[in-house]
């Protein structure tokens, strides 16, 4: 059996991986590796995606996979590029360098950074579940704002996180990348056809993938599917993609619902008041707009 | 072929008689030499690699994991802070036991930020599981990094290897060098070949967590690996000499008059060269000196120098670094494994000061005399 | 032979460094071992800097900087303002100077000390103030302790890659060579 | 070089120490059994099944297969009992059940 | 006396530093003081200028001026000014975090992107001279395209550097920062105004200083300004701001002269061949096109 | 107050009394309840102070290095490789003699990963210039915080320090707890006030570049200092004790039944205390044995040591981590200053591999029937 | 009093860790020396995991695992199919499981082992399945080594910012003392 | 503890170690002369000049000041001999001369 209505049928990231129950992170790199396949090495960040997966004596890849440290995927994926070309075994191969959103907006982006910069040809994914989840649910730059997490608490004086998100797709795409493109579980298909296109493209290509953490998001794991349509819908986490610096939405949300459905389904926003929702959903219109003010238009040069 | 090169091209060359293919480098004082002429080469076709202009020493460390797991030979040179932004990673390349060979331009660790001469960038990443090895001359230089290769390959020992060498004192100083011929190296050194590698075809995963359950394990197995080195080292040593001809001491320690010394000065690197000088003066006086070279710094030879001790009357470590609040790290290791003998230590030349026939002279009549034991060298 | 040690000063950029170098592999070519090397500095372009080529017969183990030198070689003499290029020298050390003035001239008094205009040929051979190189032809004739074939095969090896410059230098060291024979 | 073997709760069985910790057997963790892990575990009611694939795309856990009739089945072994299957089922053709021991 | 022509008189980068004669980036920090004037906490990097400005115990700076590491000026100047702020010291201090651009596009862009992700109250300047001077010219991520350095010669088989430059400004600019500006010497008086306006905001702002390095470039110490005029002229670099998202040109270049004019004056460019002229040409019409696209428009989002 | 709360929310306790003001921290295992810890009390406004959530350990340096130099007393967490990820930092801010105070919940490093036990990410630091003291308990945590400060800030010693807590074995362990006032700490410990700082009415260079004809003296200054801070250690307990009531040993070491003791197990952290629960079932049983637990690893107190061990026939050196190729550095270290004393080296307690009464009893039994030297504790 | 030790049986996310510093906490109340730790691993939610809890009457100095406790709590019995909650036990062990079943159905025969149905308990007074406080009602009931006034004082401490639960959890654990006091 | 003062080309005076290596003497590089490095003298003629400032502004070095009678002057004490100053002068109001020794 190959494909189950245009999905593989094939599992690179196999079953009694130790993810928790419901983990959107562990959905999406199921899914990522469908689509990558078989021909595809991949270099992965320390997060929970790689304690879950290799507890030695055990692994839950198929495919050749490689852990170095918390803020090195990028430039482990490097030396494999440079290494295959080096011996004539660059063909044919895809390299998807991997890490959560503390390995990949915060420590690991100055890697990431240089690697774009040379213009590797491998494919990055951002796995994003906004917090330091593997030790425990702190912030990241990826947190949304006014999220608690352990570092960022919902206190007496402060409320949870502060500052935006970082905006990581942008600054990716401001490197002169042909391919950058957010993704979530909510449209699989979507997803499928992101990373095949990632990983044909010449240069560093890098996607952005939404995942719902039950543990650090504080809902129900039955709920990582539905919060992960309420984020397209509420406009929280937009999908498109920027292909030679042209920016296209995958799915636009004319009329969005109130992010406040999508809050109220996690308890790391518990303790938002009514003025704070009304912050965050500023903050959510003002993002949208921008993304809208940009759409179809060559907004990023391309240097790739 | 005999020439006049600076040790950086010597290590350059090494890299390139080794037929390294991935070189992953980012420049820091005074290693910089060596990624240049590398990327001489490269960028004129005369080596057959890639180079990757990495953004930081960690992410150099970081892509040769990336390269070496590819099966493709992988090498880089750094110093001083950029050895030091490695640091993470060092342990790392030997815990998954990647033969990685890498130059160590030695420079004194800042702060004060400093770019000249000590060991105190290396010798302090002594516990990180890398075979260490110090330098005296440009002509050891391209000797010893294509045996790095062959000693880190090596399958019992599997470990990565650093070859160390003085900041300016060597890497800025040209002098007469013999080159080997390519294709007697490659006599010497075969194409590297490592079955554990990144292929699609069979797949394998590396890197996983170790638990409590296999970690202690595994750490045991590197310190055997360690141990295995010291004969890999040896047998290296003395069939590159069957080769070409030159050999340093058995490989772990090299003695300079030693056979009959009652005092002698013990060191690593350059300042060897300088006590050596010393000891040939002071013999024509008719005064029984010796010198004590330690190539190999990790593995740690005790047996060798225990027999190199054995007829000395007192012996002098210099340290060219300092374990602040302790001591010299050598001098330390050295009185652990010696406990009858008189052991006199000096810490030397560091960030740049130099040692001079001066210094030596005072040490050895130190020894001579026994009055003062213990001196910074100023 | 015993040990030789030459040091020179120079500006940064003014190519002191290449000059030791290129004794070094002329004593080589003459059969010496040699060890060259440059003042670690931080020096920038401009600022004084000194480099310094050692000659034996045979492997020299020696390594710390040069303290008192056989031969001092002045390439730029308005240093002299600010460094002291008698330093550390014994009373039998030669001073050699790019100069046109006299040693007394330029307060060498007390020291073997000679000054050539090396600027000068060079400005005539070169057709700019290269002084490096050529004055080694300059340091050839006057100690003896490397031969001008051995140069000139250490300068084209040097310059290999750029074939005019080394015979414009060689010709500026024949004529050094040449004229400063005579003040051996 | 070890008196006892192992001291503690560690090392029960013997475990392969492969050189540099690599793992040579990909896919292995399947030898582990999440399914303990679970507290619900969803029922398919196969007759309700409409067959439209979701919930054999929304596991995490891949637990969900295809049998050789073409029927959507659940794989206890790993299955933890998120619930996102029973949830996303468009037909409600998926139960809950506490698990009992 | 106080200001002559606009530009103050004080001197906070002291003569006696050992710059190389005619070097761009002092002449750079020379007006950058100036105009940030005495009540400036300095955090520098490694690179030339804190090598020839502090060999101990000399220094030419008349500010207080910190140098850590290489890698970490912006982290060490997030840590001013939260020390300042948690002992209400905070007002009326400018603090820069200054590097090369070693330091600012490679090694030490991770600080960066993290303080900037913070929001600390600090201005970053990039004094970009296109290499690693410090070490010897070694190839960096800003270098030119096709420039010769010590680790990108002018090979047989390879001719300088291969990469585009890293377009390090708008990397910036899409972290979502209200003011983000290049400036040349060839304009101090834009380069005064730019410098002031930066330290005026309220949270991270970034300058891009171009800077002639003669040493590396090989050309002449007496044409620093010349080339700093002819990079403007050329529009190899442009001077604009991107001031609350929105790029304008401050010396907007109608007609351009060829880029040849610029390349011919520097060593470091004699080797390029007709054919790579040409797409040097290309490289930097392209990146000027793409500023004239997006002029005058919203074409960042801003957060902060 | 007495109370029951976990080891690290007594490391954050310590920092909170100690009037920290700015805390740039990064989250890592099994350090990470220190931030958090400390994030509640900043977010509740219990704790007048910063943190800043910087992107990477090297930066959590760096920013120490900035914040201290406003004058701010200043504070962090990490482990393992966040450890040595800082670890290029760590000898700048000993060099620039920042009084730096760090946690360190040790855990062994990568590869391969491991989020547990050991000692080797501090101790292969040893050399860096920082004051290490490695605890015991979660009361001495709390108190050897606030006596961090004290020593760090001292005018003779003005050098970091880090206060090693071995992972999970502590960190993550609740128990009983005597929480000081603020008031009586606040008279052991003035408010941070340091001439040299950051300040535009007195602008002063921070980080020079020094040259080698000062660079030696400077780290010559810095050991002056290490060798100084063995008293104000000293002192700094001695005082803590008058307030307090608590002591632990003279400071540097402790000793557990050694009055009489002919064997002796020496080793630092939690260990000691499974160390001295056998010891005292042994002395029960008539045995002369004791603990000797070494807090202060540097400055390495020699003087104190060797006092200690004048009575012993034997003693046993348990090391929570190798140097790879050589041995255990305390073993190493002990043994290079006891020349006459009979050494027993042990490799413990590895990457979480537990250390239990039982290993404690075969070390013991080692020393009594002097047949075992050298083991691996698995 | 020697030293006393307890292990608990639960589930990442169950809160066995709560129950080990809550019972710490309240033998602290009851004058003793204390010592509760989880097991350090890195299990995910649902997956099974210990604590544990050392009580003794002075400072307890043993920092090594507990390998052989005299007591341990199993808070999910459906975790019995996968670990052996019996390993080191001693033969005099206590073995508590929240079940409706008896010991020897769920197979805990040559062990001192008793069952009582928390779960149902916490379901009628909480409304939720929250077993962990509410189990340490009956293990202060079946051994008397901590008083329930002291586990009263220790829920409070613990949930002061949760005032509701703390109530609830006090309540069950009353109910479950009293239902297991007879148990004793 | 040491013998010698010092061994080598070092320390021939004494510095001053503070503590830390930090410098309480902003700006004391101005002991330093980099005049020296000069290969080529710029010299201002004072009666071409049109005091416009471009020299004082484009120097790297700020070896140009005004003087007391409002003439721009080269300090040459700092001068390195870059040579922009001669170059930019609008009005070549600046010659260069060859430094002699
Ligand atoms: C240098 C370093 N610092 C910190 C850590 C600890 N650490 C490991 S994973 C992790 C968090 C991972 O967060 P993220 O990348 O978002 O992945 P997630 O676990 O959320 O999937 C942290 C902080 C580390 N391993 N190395
Ligand atoms: C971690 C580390 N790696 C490398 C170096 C060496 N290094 C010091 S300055 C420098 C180059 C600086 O280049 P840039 O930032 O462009 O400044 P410039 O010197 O060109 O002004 C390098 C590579 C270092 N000090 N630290
Ligand atoms: S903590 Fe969150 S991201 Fe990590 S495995 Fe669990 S659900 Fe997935
Ligand atoms: S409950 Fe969750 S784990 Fe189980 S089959 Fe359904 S989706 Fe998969
Ligand atoms: S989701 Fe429901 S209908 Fe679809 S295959 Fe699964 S059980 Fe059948
Ligand atoms: S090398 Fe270049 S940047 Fe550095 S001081 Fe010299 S001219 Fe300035
Ligand atoms: S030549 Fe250069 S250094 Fe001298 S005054 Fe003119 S600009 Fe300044
Ligand atoms: S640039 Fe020329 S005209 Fe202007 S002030 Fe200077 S010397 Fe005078
Ligand atoms: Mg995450
Ligand atoms: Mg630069």
Redesign the pocket.
């Known amino acids: 059996m190959k494909d189950v209505k245009g999905i593989s049928y094939d599992e690179y990231f196999a079953s009694g991986h130790r ?2 129950a ?5 959905l999406v790199l199921r899914h990522i590796m469908k689509a990558a396949g078989s021909n595809t090495i991949v270099a992965q960040a320390t997060g ?2 790689e304690v ?1 997966s290799t507890p030695y004596p055990q692994t839950a890849w198929k495919v050749p996979w490689v852990h170095g440290a918390f803020e090195n995927a990028a430039a482990i994926a490097s030396g494999i590029d440079r290494g295959l070309i080096a011996q004539g075994k660059r063909e044919g191969v895809n390299i998807i360098a991997m890490g959560g959103d503390g390995a990949s907006f915060d420590i690991g982006f100055g890697a990431l950074s240089g690697a774009m910069e040379r213009g590797h040809k491998f494919t990055y994914i951002a796995t994003d ?1 906004e917090a330091y ?2 030790t425990g649910v702190q912030r990241s730059g990826a947190t949304f704002p006014y999220a608690s997490t352990t570092t960022s608490p919902d206190g007496k004086k402060i409320h949870g996180k502060q500052e935006p998100k970082k905006p990581l797709a942008f600054i990716v795409a401001a490197h002169g990348l042909n391919y950058v493109a957010s993704m979530s579980p909510a449209n699989l298909f979507d997803m499928k056809k992101k990373v095949e296109t990632a990983l044909s493209r010449n240069h560093t290509t890098f996607l952005h993938a939404y ?1 719902v ?4 998001w504080h809902c129900k794991s039955a709920d990582t599917m539905e919060l992960s349509r309420l984020a397209i819908q509420t406009r929280v986490f937009p999908l498109y993609e920027i292909d030679n610096g042209v920016l296209q939405f995958n799915q636009k949300v004319e009329k969005p619902k109130p992010v406040k459905e999508y809050l109220e389904l996690q308890g790391r926003f518990r303790h938002v008041n009514e003025e704070e929702v009304e912050k965050i959903q500023k903050y959510v219109n003002d993002r949208y707009d921008f993304l809208l003010s940009i759409e179809g238009k060559k907004a990023f040069d391309v240097l790739y | 072929m005999k020439t006049v090169i600076e040790a950086s091209e010597a290590v350059a060359l090494g890299a390139k008689l080794s037929r390294v293919k991935v070189c992953p480098m980012y420049p820091i004082t005074p290693s910089t030499h060596i990624p240049e002429r590398i990327s001489d080469y490269i960028f004129d076709g005369e080596m057959d690699a890639e180079m990757i202009h990495v953004e930081s020493e960690h992410s150099a460390a970081s892509a040769l994991i990336g390269s070496i797991l590819t099966g493709a030979r992988s090498f880089t040179a750094t110093s001083s802070n950029g050895f030091e932004l490695m640091y993470e990673i060092l342990p790392i390349l030997s815990g998954m036991r990647l033969p990685a060979v890498m130059a160590v331009a030695n420079r004194a660790v800042a702060g004060p930020i400093n770019i000249w001469n000590d060991h105190s960038d290396a010798v302090s990443a002594r516990d990180q599981g890398w075979v260490q090895f110090y330098v005296e001359s440009s002509q050891e230089c391209i000797d010893t990094i294509i045996q790095c290769y062959k000693i880190a390959e090596d399958k019992n020992v599997q470990m990565p290897v650093m070859m160390c060498l003085d900041g300016f004192s060597l890497t800025h100083v040209f002098e007469n060098v013999d080159i080997p011929e390519q294709k007697q190296v490659d006599s010497f050194l075969p194409p590297f070949k490592r079955e554990d590698i990144l292929d699609v075809k069979n797949p394998k995963t590396f890197g996983p967590i170790g638990l409590p359950d296999s970690f202690m394990n595994f750490k045991k197995q590197q310190q055997d690996a360690m141990i295995n080195a010291i004969d890999v080292i040896k047998k290296a040593n003395l069939d590159y000499k069957k080769l070409f001809g030159r050999g340093y001491g058995d490989g772990l320690i090299e003695l300079y008059k030693m056979d009959d010394a009652e005092y002698a000065i013990l060191a690593m690197g350059t300042i060897c060269g300088t006590a050596k000088a010393k000891a040939e003066e002071l013999r024509a006086k008719g005064k029984k000196v010796g010198v004590i070279r330690l190539r190999s710094y990790r593995p740690f030879p005790v047996e060798a120098l225990k027999k190199a001790f054995k007829k000395l009357t007192r012996l002098a470590v210099l340290d060219r670094h300092i374990s602040l609040g302790s001591d010299g790290p050598l001098f330390t290791e050295i009185n652990a494994i010696a406990p009858g003998l008189d052991v006199f230590g000096y810490i030397a030349g560091l960030g740049g000061r130099d040692v001079t026939l001066d210094h030596m002279e005072s040490v050895y009549l130190d020894l001579e005399t026994g009055k003062q034991k213990r001196e910074w060298l100023m | 032979m015993v040990l030789k040690e030459v040091r020179f000063h120079g500006r940064g950029g003014q190519g002191a460094v290449t000059s030791s170098q290129v004794l070094a592999i002329a004593a080589f070519h003459d059969g010496k071992f040699t060890q060259a090397f440059p003042n670690f500095g931080v020096e920038r372009t401009g600022a004084p800097v000194e480099s310094y080529t050692r000659i034996d017969d045979k492997h020299i183990n020696v390594r710390s900087h040069v303290y008192s030198p056989a031969y001092v070689i002045v390439l730029d003499p308005s240093l002299m303002a600010n460094v002291d290029v008698t330093k550390g020298l014994k009373k039998d050390a030669l001073i050699i100077v790019n100069s046109n003035k006299t040693p007394s001239e330029l307060g060498l008094k007390g020291f073997d000390a000679k000054s050539i205009d090396i600027t000068k040929v060079a400005l005539e051979v070169i057709g700019k103030p290269f002084v490096n190189i050529a004055a080694l032809g300059a340091f050839a004739a006057m100690t003896g302790e490397v031969s001008i074939e051995a140069l000139n095969k250490a300068i084209d090896e040097r310059f290999a890659e750029k074939g005019k410059i080394a015979g414009l230098n060689k010709e500026a060291c024949r004529v050094l060579y040449e004229k400063a024979k005579g003040m051996k | 070089m070890t008196r006892k073997e192992t001291v503690g709760d560690v090392a029960k069985e013997s475990i392969p120490l492969n050189t540099g910790a690599v793992i040579r057997t990909p896919g292995n963790t399947k030898k582990y059994h999440t399914g303990s892990w679970r507290t619900f575990r969803p029922v398919i009611d196969q007759k309700t099944c409409i067959k439209c694939g979701t919930c054999w795309r929304v596991c995490p856990d891949a637990a969900i297969y295809i049998d050789k009739d073409g029927k959507y089945r659940i794989n206890y072994d790993y299955c933890k009992g998120c619930l996102i299957c029973f949830r996303e089922c468009p037909v409600k053709a998926i139960s809950k059940e506490l698990e009992q021991k």
Not at chain 1, 213 to 216: E, I, L, N, Q, R
């Open positions: 993810a928790c419901g983990c959107g992170e562990a929970c995606m879950v579940n989840m593997n995942c953490c039950p543990v650090g």
